[in-house]
């Protein structure tokens, strides 16, 4: 029996008014589990006008009773974690493991936001003239919009809505139509902690709903996750209808493997790095760079861990990567391996025709490896979104720093190598948001921020850390002065300071 998936608004589940649907499906078997309520432009405004009245307590409400109530959330998190990463693999098809890892990294953000009342304290300057106090304080900005993508269909909804909501705003939800039980699955968990209705809401949707919410007056911010085109569409519209936008794009991501690298550290890393979530993500290395003679011994070592990683659907346990989300995406995927070797690369594994037993109509496809992949070509210039692992050859580091920073995109990249002092250079002089050395995938903890450059950000603020909360709040001065209480009164003022 199909299941079917509606919206969460005013603190509650609200039918599918708009009479149209839209289909999930388990992308291990192919089959349709899921319709999903696809908004109208009026359940949209029905969403975003329940969290504008109630922003009017919500925004004046303590710090107490806020971080009481994540604190609450945090502990349901915690206890739900595996039914969360159930509906994750159901929908998004990435193993139980890999869910589960994302829903750990969202908790970390959730932590962050626990511990709101440290970066929500102000700044006091006393004395700057005659008895004249200046207070520097910040405040929430209002009714603020997560849009969010297919691959992490709870963690990065949890990049944004914690910190949104312990900053006093109130926040509207828009998932994924591809996999948005997890959504729900979170707004009964924030009910049940405690958030007062309306504070948080999900509206499913598709495009109709995302070009109102960006256009739409009562809505002041705008954080986006996905592609490039489209980061820079949200960027581009939402701020040209006054809000405030942060927009992370696409990404491919250089891994640079210097000659004095540990080998197998390297290949271990690429493996995992390349493959992992079957490359689903946008901190996914997808271009390896290697310097110097090591290039055929590391695409040796890749392919020999690559063909041992066991593919086959999420709820396996012995499975190592799951399907891709959809039937198209696979074909697409596909295509840039098809389309290598006319274009001068060289085609060590080709995983096109991969299929599971048993589950013969799902997305399936399997680890590619592409050498001597040249700038030029498609599964180099583009972000391809799947196992597909392209390894470029450099002569030397300056080479090689050179062919990264040539990218249209910034956002992670990473060095293997035993130097310390290239591994300085390489952070310093590289064009990226996130660098990791000796580390293939650089997501910072929760305390830091992320977020990348070029054409993988739209806007000035990162996600998470110090910029969440700096992207969810306004600062404010206060200038004050009282009088004494043994000053006489009377007299005329013509504004001008006393400071002496």
Known sequence: MTKTVNHWIGGKTVEGASGTWGPVTDPATGAVTTRVALASVDEVDSAVASAKAAFETWGTSSLAQRTSILFRFRALLDANRDAIAELITAEHGKVHSDALGEVARGLEIVDLACGITTQLKG??????????DVAAIRQPVGVVVGITPFNFPAMVPMWMFPLAIACGNTFVLKPSEKDPSPALKIAELLAEAGLP??????????KAAVDRLLEHPDVSAISFVGSTPIARHIHTTASANGKRVQALGGAKNHMLVLPDADLDAAADAAVSAAYGSAGERCMAISAVVAVGAVGDELVDKIRERAEKIKIGPGNDPTSEMGPLITKAHRDKVASYVHGAAGQGAEVVLDGTGHTVDGYEDGHWIGLSLLDKVSTDSDAYRDEIFGPVLC????????????????????????????????????????????????VPIPVPVGYHSFGGWKDSLFGDLHVYGNDGVQFYTRGKVVTTRWPDPSEPHGGVDLGFPRNH
């Open 391 to 438: 390894v470029l050859r450099a002569d030397t580091y300056e080479e090689g720093l050179a062919l990264i920073n040539a990218s249209p995109f910034g956002n992670g990249t990473a060095i293997f190598t035993r130097d310390g002092g290239a591994a300085r250079r390489f952070q310093l002089e590289v064009q990226a948001g996130m660098v990791g050395v000796n």
């Open 123 to 132: 700044e006091l300057s006393t004395q700057v003239s005659n008895r004249v």
């Open 197 to 206: 209705d309306g504070v948080f809401n999900v509206v499913q949707g598709d």
